[in-house]
């Protein structure tokens, strides 16, 4: 707000008077700034023609403002040292917290919510004022003037905060006030405060059914541009069950039970707080308010019921319909899926569903992965969270989009576009008409969404499959050198093997005897072989050859070195006696072949250098 110029430049020790915030029904509110700390905060302070009844109303104000402890209830700050001295009279200065967004009705008075605001506005608005009337009416407040001029807006870390201020009053309701200020503000009261009744909370929930009612569609709910006497006598006549009470473009007079469209909530949403606002909008004040779950005073805890609902937002590509799923917590994706089938035609198995990033859904997660809290969204232009369906039985789509269906105003302004209208009706048809093309924009962004989610999901898909294909190519690569290792071991074997027929070992079983005085240091796939090559009928398998008594690895093989280990060698007197002593066959050894003549049990020598050589070798 523009500082006023009828304001008198004050100034109270380091606070600096700035500017008015608002008039209400008592005096004025004015910011005030500290220059030492930065500190700002709003004064009210009342005309001095206040009535008796009024001064000690505000007197009430001032007590309950101190007392009242509620983040959705504007806060009251001590009045700084000397700033009472300021005062046009002698009653006392109220200092509250100052919210620099400033109120409602400054919000909805933008351009971009002339048909309701944003779904997560709405939800975050329903949950902060809800909040704040359950607080009060828990300590015996009836706030009684509940209109967007009375709820101011502060930022918060994550989001709006809306908090209810000018409490614990009532204006005084003469006819006098009923003809001067019923527009624009007295058709927020309810019905008995009007006819001067008594009242309990209830007209509290007519107030905030009004309010919600405008914060949802744009304007308010019955007939808001008549006069009180016509206002009256025409909505009273309305059903239990209505909401809206209107007059179309010919002047006649409509009633509906129906949220009007356009809107910007989603079908799940607008369905339910229909029902919500058909009990907050009943006539009779005994009956408002009631839920046919919770019973009397149940409309907080069905509203608390609706602000928590979890919605899954699915976009079908191939129509650009979004289709508007309450899940439970542990509802099962398969589950979702046969829901979407019901709507959409689309099988099961061919359904594949994408997130914003372009991951899909994981099946073994619940369906409420995809959901997220839309209070938090109330900045976004596309404000949910959407999952994008595409049908992958489909190798081609047609173009299967229809536009939204256009409201009767609009599609009466365009087969009569020189058609006059009031300047209200006029101004309702083009918000109504700004509004559609709006929506056709964003519903186009949600599809170039859908596209872009497919485009990532092929991507990440193309990424695992080049990452997938490069480790085949390293194992492949791998299991060639293996093969060719192998081959060479199998044919470096068959090589040895065949000089072992000719000048090696002729059995496996001094192999197996010479396991108590030699290390048996061969492969095990050595031994199976030459035990296969012992039942040929050569039978001369031999597993010793070279000079040296090397194994068929080679000399420096140390599991087939000929030459004993320095444990295994006999030492002292023994190694001489055993040297040419022959061995009893031990209990592995093969047996002879029949015809053949004995074999010798040892064939070992005592070499010079005292190792164990194979006796009658002629190069050893």
């Given amino acids: 707000m523009s500082w006023s110029p009828s304001l008198p430049t004050q100034t109270c020790g380091a606070w600096e008077m700035k500017e008015r915030l608002g008039t209400g029904g008592f005096g004025n509110v004015i910011r005030w700034h500290n220059q030492e700390t930065g500190e700002q905060i709003a004064i009210k302070q009342c005309r001095q023609e206040l009535s008796p009844r009024n001064r000690e109303r505000w007197?009430?104000?001032?007590?309950?403002?101190?007392?009242?402890?509620?983040?959705?209830?504007?806060?009251?700050?001590?009045?700084?040292?000397?700033?009472?001295?300021?005062?046009?009279?002698?009653?006392?200065?109220?200092?509250?917290?100052?919210?620099?967004?400033?109120?409602?009705?400054?919000?909805?008075?933008?351009?971009?919510?002339?048909?309701?605001?944003?779904?997560?506005?709405?939800?975050?608005?329903?949950?902060?004022?809800?909040?704040?009337?359950?607080?009060?009416?828990?300590?015996?407040?009836?706030?009684?003037?509940?209109?967007?001029?009375?709820?101011?807006?502060?930022?918060?870390?994550?989001?709006?905060?809306?908090?209810?201020?000018?409490?614990?009053?009532?204006?005084?309701?003469?006819?006098?006030?009923l003809c001067t200020s019923f527009v624009g503000t007295l058709q927020y009261l309810a019905p008995e405060l009007l006819e001067q009744q008594k009242y309990t909370v209830t007209v509290d929930y007519w107030s905030f059914g009004t309010l919600a009612f405008e914060c949802i569609t744009g304007f308010r709910p019955f007939l808001p541009n008549w006069q009180p006497v016509q206002w009256h006598s025409k909505v009273r006549q309305k059903s239990e069950m209505d909401i809206v009470v209107s007059e179309d473009l010919?002047?006649?007079?409509?009633?509906?039970?129906?949220?009007?469209?356009?809107?910007?909530?989603?079908?799940?949403?607008?369905?339910?707080?229909?029902?919500w606002l058909q009990l907050m909008l009943m006539w009779h004040p005994r009956q408002r308010g009631?839920?046919?779950?919770?019973?009397?005073?149940?409309c907080f805890r069905a509203l608390d019921d609706i602000l928590n609902l979890k919605l899954v937002h699915v976009l079908n590509m191939v129509t650009g319909t979004i289709h508007t799923y309450p899940v439970a917590e542990d509802e099962s994706l398969p589950s979702l899926k046969a829901r979407i089938q019901q709507d959409t035609g689309i099988p099961e198995e061919d359904q594949e569903l994408l997130q914003e990033a372009g991951l899909a859904l994981t099946p073994d997660k619940p369906a409420a992965q995809c959901t997220s809290d839309?209070?938090?969204?109330?900045?976004?232009?596309?404000?949910?969270?959407?999952?994008?369906?595409?049908?992958?039985?489909?190798?081609?789509?047609?173009?299967?989009?229809?536009?939204?269906?256009?409201p009767e105003s609009v599609s009466c302004i365009l087969q009569e576009p020189k058609r006059s209208l009031p300047f209200f009706q006029l101004r309702k048809v083009w918000g109504q008409?700004?509004?559609?093309?709006?929506?056709?924009?964003?519903?186009?962004?949600?599809?170039?969404?859908?596209?872009?989610?497919?485009?990532?999901?092929?991507?990440?898909?193309?990424?695992?499959?080049?990452?997938?294909?490069?480790?085949?190519?390293?194992?492949?690569?791998?299991?060639?050198?293996?093969?060719?290792?192998?081959?060479?071991?199998?044919?470096?074997?068959?090589?040895?093997?065949?000089?072992?027929?000719?000048?090696?070992i002729s059995e496996c079983t001094l192999c197996d005897e010479s396991r108590e005085s030699v290390p048996f240091l061969f492969f095990p796939s050595v031994r199976q072989a030459a035990a296969g090559l012992e039942g040929d009928g050569a039978g001369r398998g031999a597993l010793w050859t070279g000079e040296r008594g090397e194994a068929p690895g080679g000399a420096d093989d140390g599991a087939a070195d000929g030459h004993r280990g320095p444990a295994a060698q006999p030492h002292g007197?023994?190694?001489?006696?055993?040297?040419?002593?022959?061995?009893?066959?031990?209990?592995?050894?093969?047996?002879?072949?029949?015809?053949?003549?004995?074999r010798p049990a040892n064939r070992w020598r005592q070499s010079g250098d005292g190792t164990a050589a194979p006796a009658g070798n002629p190069r050893l």
């Fill in 433 to 504: 008409v700004w509004h559609s093309i709006q929506a056709l924009k964003e519903d186009c962004g949600r599809l170039q969404q859908g596209q872009r989610a497919a485009m990532m999901n092929l991507l990440r898909n193309n990424s695992c499959l080049s990452k997938m294909k490069n480790s085949m190519a390293s194992m492949s690569q791998q299991l060639k050198a293996k093969l060719d290792f192998f081959k060479t071991s199998i044919q470096i074997d068959l090589e040895k093997y065949s000089e072992q027929k000719e000048f090696g």
């Fill in 59 to 177: 007197c009430l104000e001032i007590q309950i403002m101190r007392r009242l402890n509620h983040p959705n209830v504007v806060a009251a700050r001590d009045v700084p040292e000397g700033m009472q001295s300021l005062a046009p009279n002698d009653l006392p200065l109220l200092a509250m917290e100052y919210c620099q967004g400033g109120d409602l009705r400054k919000y909805l008075n933008q351009f971009e919510n002339c048909c309701g605001l944003r779904e997560g506005a709405i939800l975050t608005l329903l949950s902060d004022i809800a909040s704040a009337l359950r607080y009060l009416h828990e300590n015996r407040i009836i706030h009684r003037d509940l209109k967007p001029e009375n709820i101011v807006l502060q930022q918060g870390e994550q989001r709006l905060i809306h908090k209810i201020i000018d409490l614990g009053y009532a204006k005084e309701l003469d006819q006098g006030s």
């Fill in 374 to 406: 839309g209070k938090l969204n109330e900045g976004r232009t596309l404000d949910m969270d959407l999952v994008f369906l595409f049908d992958n039985s489909r190798v081609a789509y047609e173009t299967q989009i229809s536009p939204r269906p256009q």
């Fill in 290 to 298: 009631t839920d046919p779950v919770y019973g009397p005073n149940g």
């Fill in 250 to 275: 010919n002047g006649a007079v409509k009633f509906s039970s129906s949220l009007p469209q356009p809107s910007n909530l989603n079908s799940v949403l607008a369905q339910r707080l229909e029902k």
């Fill in 573 to 598: 007197p023994e190694a001489g006696r055993d040297a040419g002593r022959p061995r009893r066959a031990g209990a592995g050894a093969l047996p002879e072949a029949e015809g053949e003549a004995p």
